[in-house]
């Protein structure tokens, strides 16, 4: 599985930016598509999932209302469209994927295997 993450940048507070996950190597019928962030000095925080077959949804509550996740089959991408961005967004954002991720763990770091490699949003006040 590889995962490329794209669509960062810097944006100011209030705008918005939509991220994409295209994803190779395999089908993902049963799998959890997430988005993780980390700003600097923090730890790496879920921010949202969707699962790939029947598109349930999981949001963090930082995430919740501001941010939407979707996928594109037939392009097997995921997005992340993130409005209203405050400088807490600021945050390098990762991809990642997963089979078999039951809805209770999926904000653990440690239950994916797979990772991209992390694109940049900085959100300037």
């Known amino acids: 599985v590889q995962l490329q993450a794209s669509g960062g940048g810097l944006v100011q507070a209030g705008g918005s930016l939509r991220l994409s996950c295209a994803a190779s190597g395999r089908t993902f019928s049963n799998y959890m598509m997430t988005w993780f962030r980390q700003a600097p000095g923090k730890e790496r925080e879920f921010v949202a999932a969707i699962r790939w077959s029947g598109g349930n949804t999981f949001y963090a509550d930082s995430a919740k209302g501001r941010f939407t996740i979707s996928r594109e089959n037939a392009k097997k991408t995921v997005y992340l469209q993130m409005n209203n961005l405050k400088p807490e967004d600021t945050a390098v954002y990762y991809c990642?994927?997963?089979?078999?991720?039951?809805?209770?763990?999926?904000?653990?770091?440690?239950?994916?295997?797979?990772w991209g490699q992390g694109t940049l949003v900085t959100v300037s006040s």
């Open positions: 990642a994927a997963q089979s078999g991720v039951i809805a209770s763990s999926v904000s653990r770091r440690a239950v994916y295997e797979h």
